[in-house]
């Protein structure tokens, strides 16, 4: 934090009344605003003894950090200067008030078109710590993506021994295809998704790859010091654990929100989940393995298992002395990843709501479609040469032609409609029982379907995993919102014995549901707008894992959603 002023793009007092519109009236006093400049670019990299062209931001891979205080104001300029349809999603950002500014394509805005420009502005109200930005359309947040960090106000310290360091740490995925056309070629092949072709930590491979030994990426650390990691899951399509040899690592915040500090050997975050953590230099002189590798709980699913490495290297030791390697859990470790979820607790106690207005049980899982094509040999790789698809509540989200947020203020028909089930069709055995004789009754629906909530209204979502194809630990991410995740078990939700944590339990936006179980999540609308909620494995994304809450304004410009911006990409 020590260089913090450099991060200070514009600082600049909010006195144009153009920006006016969007800040709702009355924000917390106090923000600065900040501009970024993004330009969508493609940048050649040569990786894994291939060259190839990837689409970046400001030719910066990871791209750019975007540093902010709390209560902060942002307007990132971004100009598409690539071929590919592009947006920006600021990923845990509440977007109060600025659904338009949100980013997911054809859900809260048209992308933006090659050579064309638009605007994002939104105030960090109330939000501090790590998050970060990817891209929202395709698969191209496999190399568009960068950390958003956010420091507490001005003399606010954080709630634990300030660190020596700090330094941001994405876990990512990296392909030699292109991204674009692999979505497309998946999608058409009706089959899995290939493994990607290497993890990365800050983009590099590390030594376990072909032709990246020296394609690593280093932290020096001075012994006896204390260093916080800002760890972030950019991974495309996977779900990842993270150690680094013989250290400790002692969770500290997880999702943007403070916990109560707990200690472990690893953590395990999917796609779209952040976690700060503090390690201190306590080992004798060396060079130690920081790595990342799979954590994958389907069945019969083909994926990368040659872990990422980075080095965690002490200041004094032998530059080519060999890394001490780190003890990752084997891929399929559901108890690890419990214990680490079993240790995220709110660092205070917090107002959970206790009575519920709307309550939604939702199944999450995958499904197999009956073959519809004339080449089934191409075109329907699934089981037993059925097409993959995945539902909540055994509807696939078809994305419609126009957002659905300007479908929905504009009142234009035929996008979407107001009819996603509160519950399943019907109830069984969703772990154990579930219909498996694919494809015959393993098809799911298709729909544009939104499940409209009042403002104010106090929501509880049961996520329930699903047998269907195959059990498997799915990372749900709810635009818009934190949530309170108030309980998690194994197998078939049972109101009578699950354990609520009323009292501290973790304030995240992306909840890892578990493996053949189910989560619950509590919150309170008081956000207009239409928020997305989606698996974020891309993959699963892609066939259809996900639903729309739309949230109705409430009384006055403080509970009302704005105009749409003058730059809204059309379609």
Request: proline residues 7%.
């Amino acid at each position: 934090m020590a260089n913090f002023a450099t991060f200070c793009f514009l600082c600049v007092s909010l006195s144009m009344s153009y920006y006016l519109h969007a800040m709702a009236h009355e924000w917390p006093a106090g923000g600065s605003t900040r501009f970024y400049d993004f330009k969508v670019q493609t940048l050649r990299v040569t990786k894994l003894c291939n060259t190839k062209e990837i689409v970046t931001i400001n030719k910066k891979f990871p791209g750019p950090v975007v540093y902010a205080q709390e209560d902060d104001r942002i307007i990132v300029k971004v100009t598409n200067e690539t071929p590919y349809n592009a947006t920006i999603h600021w990923h845990g950002v509440r977007q109060k008030l600025s659904c338009w500014f949100d980013g997911p394509s054809y859900i809260t805005q048209c992308p933006i078109q090659a050579g064309q420009t638009f605007t994002y502005e939104f105030t960090l109200v109330k939000q501090k710590g790590t998050f970060f930005w990817h891209a929202h359309v395709s698969w191209l947040r496999a190399t568009v993506y960068g950390a958003i960090v956010v420091y507490p106000k001005t003399g606010v310290p954080y709630p634990f021994k300030h660190p020596y360091e700090e330094h941001i740490v994405i876990l990512g995925e990296y392909w030699l295809k292109d991204v674009v056309q692999l979505e497309q070629q998946v999608l058409a092949s009706g089959g899995a998704a290939p493994p990607a072709d290497a993890f990365t930590i800050n983009s590099h491979p590390g030594p376990n790859y072909n032709c990246s030994r020296n394609d690593v990426y280093k932290i020096d650390v001075v012994p006896g010091k204390t260093y916080m990691l800002r760890l972030i899951n950019a991974a495309l399509n996977m779900e990842n654990f993270f150690a680094i040899a013989y250290h400790k690592l002692t969770v500290v915040e997880a999702d943007a929100e403070y916990t109560k500090s707990f200690t472990t050997d690893r953590v395990m975050l999917g796609p779209g989940q952040t976690m700060n953590v503090l390690v201190t230099a306590d080992q004798p002189i060396g060079k130690y393995s920081m790595a990342m590798g799979p954590y994958m709980s389907a069945k019969n699913v083909s994926f990368q298992n040659i872990s990422a490495v980075a080095y965690f290297q002490y200041v004094g030791a032998a530059p080519n002395s060999l890394s001490l390697p780190a003890n990752l859990p084997s891929f399929n470790d559901n108890l690890a990843v419990k214990t680490v979820m079993d240790g995220l607790r709110s660092l205070n106690p917090v107002d959970v709501p206790e009575e519920i207005d709307a309550s939604l049980f939702v199944t999450v899982g995958l499904n197999v479609n009956k073959c519809r094509s004339k080449t089934p040999q191409k075109n329907c790789q699934g089981t037993n040469n059925g097409t993959f698809a995945a539902s909540m509540n055994n509807i696939t989200f078809m994305k419609p032609t126009i957002s659905i947020l300007e479908a929905y203020y504009k009142k234009i028909d035929g996008q979407f409609t107001e009819d996603f089930p509160g519950a399943p069709l019907k109830f069984y055995d969703f772990v154990n029982g579930a219909p498996n004789n694919a494809p015959n009754n393993t098809q799911a629906r298709n729909g544009t379907r939104t499940k409209v909530l009042e403002f104010g209204s106090r929501v509880q979502i049961i996520f329930q995993d699903t047998g269907t194809v195959t059990t498997e630990n799915h990372p749900i991410h709810l635009h818009g919102y934190s949530f309170y995740v108030i309980g998690y078990g194994t197998g078939n939700f049972n109101p009578q014995t699950a354990n609520f944590n009323l009292i501290d339990p973790p304030y995240m936006n992306t909840i890892g549901v578990p493996v053949g179980g189910w989560a619950v999540i509590r919150f309170v609308a008081d956000n207009p707008g239409v928020w997305f909620m989606h698996c974020h494995l891309d993959i699963h994304q892609s066939w259809g894992l996900g639903a729309v809450l739309i949230v109705e304004n409430g009384k006055g410009p403080l509970e009302t959603l704005p105009h749409p911006p003058a730059d809204l990409p059309r379609c």
